[in-house]
C-alpha cells in the first residue's frame, strides 16, 4: 500500500537553529499539507501546498516557516529560526484531490525537540 | 466550517461493536463529514466519510441522519488494535484544502 514517508522521525536541534523536515508525498497526490501536535494537544493545519504553491495557510505558519517541492518527489518545511514553542510532532500529508472531497494520507511525523 | 462535538472518551469491549457519535448540528448541506483517527502518536488516519448517505468500507461503517445534524461511526467488532482518538470532522470546499482536528473521542478498548 502507498504510504507517505517522513524523515528523519526524531529531530533535536538548538534554538535559533534552523530545521528541514523532509516528506515524500504518494506519487500520484496533487496536494499535500504540514499539520503539527504539539504534545498532548489537537491536530494543527499548518499548510497546504498544489500546483507549486500555497493554496492555504494557518496562522501558525508565519515568516518563519516555509514549504517547498524541490522535486518531483520530496515536500520540505522549513523553519528559519526555531523557538522552544515549535517543539511537536510534525506530520506530512498528500491527497489527490482537495481536503473536502478526498481523504488525506499522513506520515508518521518527525518529533521536533528544540532545546 | 460546522463545529461537532464528541464525548471526551468511550470504552468498549473487545469483539464488541463500538458505536462513536458526533453532533455536527449547524452543518450545512455541501459539508462532508469525515472520520480519522489516531493511533497512540502516529499519524492520523482516514476511516470513511460521507454526505447524505450511509456508507460501509472494510474498516467501519457511517450512519447519518436524515437531518444530517449527527452521525455515528460503527466499527463492528472493535479489536485492542482500535484503541485511538477518534476524529469527527465536518468540511466543505469554504474550508479550502484543511482539516479542523477537534479534541476526538478516546476509544479504549478493553479484552
Known amino acids: 500500500e502507498p504510504e507517505v514517508t517522513q524523515t528523519p522521525s526524531h529531530q533535536v536541534t538548538q534554538m535559533g537553529q534552523e530545521v528541514i523536515l523532509r516528506c515524500v508525498p504518494i506519487s500520484n497526490h496533487l496536494y499535500f499539507y504540514w499539520y503539527r501536535q504539539i504534545l498532548g494537544q489537537k491536530v494543527e493545519f499548518l499548510v497546504s501546498?498544489?500546483?507549486?504553491?500555497?493554496?492555504?495557510k494557518s496562522e501558525i505558519f508565519d515568516d518563519q516557516f516555509s514549504v517547498e517541492r524541490p522535486d518531483g518527489s520530496n515536500f520540505t518545511l522549513k523553519i528559519r529560526s526555531t523557538k522552544l514553542e515549535d517543539s511537536a510532532m510534525y506530520f506530512c500529508a498528500s491527497s489527490e484531490g482537495p481536503g473536502w472531497v478526498t481523504e488525506a494520507f499522513f506520515g508518521q511525523g518527525t518529533r521536533l525537540t528544540v532545546v | 466550517d460546522a463545529k461537532t462535538t464528541q464525548p471526551p472518551s468511550m470504552d468498549c469491549a473487545e469483539g464488541r461493536a463500538a458505536n462513536l457519535p458526533c453532533n455536527h448540528s449547524?452543518?450545512?448541506?455541501?459539508?462532508?463529514v469525515y472520520w480519522y483517527r489516531q493511533i497512540h502518536s502516529q499519524g492520523p488516519q482516514y476511516i470513511i466519510h460521507?454526505?447524505?448517505n450511509n456508507e460501509t468500507n472494510e474498516m467501519a461503517s457511517l450512519i447519518i441522519t436524515e437531518d444530517r445534524k449527527s452521525s455515528t461511526l460503527i466499527l463492528p467488532h472493535a479489536t485492542l488494535r482500535d484503541t485511538a482518538v477518534y476524529y469527527c470532522?465536518?468540511?466543505?470546499?469554504?474550508?479550502?484544502?484543511?482539516?479542523?482536528f477537534g479534541g476526538g473521542t478516546r476509544l479504549m478498548v478493553k479484552p
Open positions: 449547524t452543518i450545512s448541506g455541501n459539508e462532508y
Open positions: 501546498f498544489y500546483n507549486n504553491e500555497i493554496s492555504e
Open positions: 470532522i465536518a468540511e466543505n470546499n469554504n474550508a479550502g484544502n484543511m482539516l479542523t
Open positions: 460521507g454526505l447524505k
